[in-house]
């Protein structure tokens, strides 16, 4: 590609406006439930690929959240389907270490 080129492509990138995001709480539904779980941050992608393992059970975020010292993690929950992300929880328990299991922070 041809050094002209390249600025010109350069050029076209700058001029697009970047798409504003929307806020992360406007992204989610007001009904929507949250679990926040204490773990080590290494563990964070297994436990996010067994839940996602579960169709549309939950959704992990990747953001933590400290409390008194401790991290947790949140992982937001259709209604409904709370019981069920704790029972996989419960499950996940035996292959990483995980801490206090929270609805409310």
């Known amino acids: ?3 002209g080129r390249v ?3 350069a050029a076209e990138r700058e001029d697009r406006s970047p798409t504003p995001s929307p806020s992360s709480s406007a ?4 009904d929507t439930r949250a679990i926040y779980v204490e773990m080590r941050e290494r ?3 297994f436990l996010e690929t067994i ?3 579960y169709d549309g059970i939950a959704h ?6 400290a409390r008194n010292g401790r991290r ?3 992982i937001l929950v259709p209604p409904g389907l709370e019981g069920e992300v704790l029972r996989v929880l419960e499950r996940v328990k035996r292959y990483i270490p995980l801490g206090e299991i929270r609805t409310e922070l």
């Open 51 to 53: 839940v996602k393992g």
């Open 72 to 74: 947790f993690v949140r």
């Open 43 to 45: 563990d964070i992608y």
């Open 1 to 3: 590609m041809s050094r």
């Open 60 to 65: 992990v975020r990747r953001d933590w959240l």
């Open 7 to 9: 600025h010109q492509r």
């Open 27 to 30: 992204s989610i539904p007001s």
